[in-house]
């Protein structure tokens, strides 16, 4: 019985590790990816999130 707890305890917490380290990525990583879609938008004059009908 213990090894299950233990297994559920370390699930949780590597869940709640992953959730964490990719809103703070997020975060950090943010104001990078805004200059990309400016200079993107600034350059080709287009959408910055390319899009096509698929047929």
């Known amino acids: 019985m213990r ?3 233990s297994r559920k ?3 949780f917490t590597k ?3 992953d959730v ?3 809103i703070l990525g997020l975060i950090v990583l943010s104001p990078v ?3 990309i ?3 993107i938008k600034r ?3 287009g959408p910055i999130i390319y899009k ?3 047929t």
């Open 15 to 17: 869940h709640l590790f």
């Open 37 to 39: 879609a400016y200079k």
């Open 43 to 45: 350059e080709d004059g």
């Open 3 to 5: 090894k299950v707890e």
């Open 33 to 35: 990816m805004a200059i």
């Open 20 to 22: 964490v380290m990719s």
């Open 9 to 11: 305890v370390y699930h």
């Open 52 to 54: 096509q009908t698929r």
